[in-house]
Each structure stands twice: as structure tokens, then as C-alpha cells.
């Protein structure tokens, strides 16, 4: 597992949106805190655009009631699951719009 700092020096470059994602995943691994449940992150999803991290169950649940993060209150766009930060790779789940319309407004 490289540290931090060797994984920037690996990136040619990286993108400010890529070096904020790495922050705050070494941020996450030191607080792993979930702040809908209080409880350690289990199975760690976060949140696009604003890469805040929830449970994967928590924020699904969440999601079922409000398409805004509980945190910023920024739209949710899609949901980053399966972050591997060794191989740098993760799934983004688009939030399908349809399934709030009618709770939101
Ligand atoms: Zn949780
Ligand atoms: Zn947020």
C-alpha cells in the first residue's frame, strides 16, 4: 500500500478533482465514521459531486427519501462504490432522477 505522497508522485500531473478524491480517501481511512449511522463505514460509498462518504446501505436508504446529500445538501449525481485505491478504480452508480421525482418537489 504506497502512501500518500507516493501515490501523487505516481500521477503525472493528477487532475485537482483526482488529488481531492485521494485527500479524502486518506482523510476517510483515518475517520472512518459514517454520519448517518455513527458507526464505522461499511462497504465505503461516495457521493458525486461532493465525495462525501456514507455506508452503502445508509446512503442507499437515504437516497430513497432525498436526492441531496445529507451533508452539503448538494444534488446527488451518482454514487462511487467499490473505491480500490490500490488499482485506482471504482463504480459510479448513476442515481436514477426518475425514482425522486414526486418525493422532492
Ligand atoms: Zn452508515
Ligand atoms: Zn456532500
New binding site residues.
Given amino acids: 500500500m504506497p502512501s500518500f505522497k507516493e501515490f501523487i508522485k505516481d500521477v503525472d500531473s493528477p487532475p485537482l478533482s483526482l488529488v481531492r478524491w485521494v485527500v479524502h480517501i486518506v482523510f476517510l481511512r483515518m475517520s472512518a465514521v459514517?454520519?448517518?449511522?455513527?458507526?464505522q463505514?461499511?462497504h465505503l460509498t461516495k457521493l458525486d459531486p461532493c465525495f462525501h462518504a456514507?455506508?452503502f446501505?445508509?446512503?442507499t436508504q437515504w437516497a430513497k427519501v432525498s436526492a441531496r446529500c445529507p451533508l452539503c445538501v448538494r444534488p446527488i449525481v451518482a454514487f462511487l462504490h467499490d473505491i480500490d485505491l490500490a488499482s485506482r478504480s471504482f463504480k459510479r452508480i448513476l442515481v436514477p432522477l426518475s425514482s425522486f421525482l414526486g418525493k422532492f418537489f
Fill in positions: 459514517c454520519p448517518i449511522c455513527l458507526g463505514i461499511e456514507f455506508c446501505n445508509c446512503i
